[in-house]
């Protein structure tokens, strides 16, 4: 008979286990997350997905403010963010803008209003990161390192899409046994790594030439 499986929301047999143990203890922060994101979103008559949307929208590029990128970075569907987004226009917080090659193709701008209500629920997670900043700095780099390399190994195991940091990048490699950047050709400590850097790129995706 094959060994017995381990249920991870047993606190008895989590005992003997350390994944396990882990697993729940990652539920319980997301928990966390979860409330915080909830309570924010109320105060404001929004949608948990609305307000992430509304803090992406407030810091990343016009490339990749589309409904195509939103619903690949959240891992969710096109509708439900299209969803999101109508409301979040009919609320006078965001406009459509035609890309300038397609017409049948927009890109999301937050207005005036959408920019102040952005800065206001972006800070949903400071809770946490304020109990975070209590690590030794040694311990929030050593927990930065560990959860990339979780976070690298759903997605290797295609639970969530790939996402735009250090360890999926084009320019990271090992060096000498430990991290390094083959853009800024520089050794990086572990709390230099990046989960989300705008100068990312997947290994597979073609790099120019300086001065082309």
């Known amino acids: 008979m094959g060994k017995a499986s381990i249920s991870i929301f047993s606190p008895e047999q989590q ?13 319980r922060l997301s928990e966390a997350f979860r ?18 949307l509304l803090t992406f929208l407030l810091h990343y590029p016009e490339e990749k403010r589309t409904v195509t990128f939103l619903a690949t970075y959240f891992n969710m569907t096109k509708a439900t963010i299209s969803d999101a987004i109508k409301s979040l226009e009919g609320k006078q917080l965001l406009v459509r803008k035609a890309t300038a090659n397609d017409s049948r193709s927009h890109t999301l701008h937050l207005v005036k209003a959408g920019k102040a209500l952005a800065k206001k629920v972006e800070q949903f997670a400071l809770p946490i990161q304020e109990t975070v900043t209590q690590l030794s700095t040694a311990n929030q780099d050593s927990l930065l390192e ?7 190994q759903l997605n290797h195991n295609y ?24 853009l800024v050709k520089s050794p990086l400590r ?23």
């Open 190 to 212: 572990s709390g230099d790594l990046r989960v989300d850097c705008p100068e990312f790129r997947f290994p597979e995706e073609p790099v120019e030439a300086d001065g082309e």
């Open 146 to 152: 560990s959860l990339l390399k979780l976070i690298q």
């Open 15 to 27: 005992a003997g286990n350390v994944s396990s143990k882990v697993v729940a203890a990652l539920e």
């Open 35 to 52: 409330v915080l994101l909830w309570n924010e979103a109320k105060q404001h008559g929004l949608s948990p997905i609305q307000v992430q």
């Open 159 to 182: 639970v969530i899409t790939p996402q735009y940091m250090c360890l999926n990048c084009h320019f990271y490699t090992q060096k000498n046994g430990g991290h390094y950047c083959n």
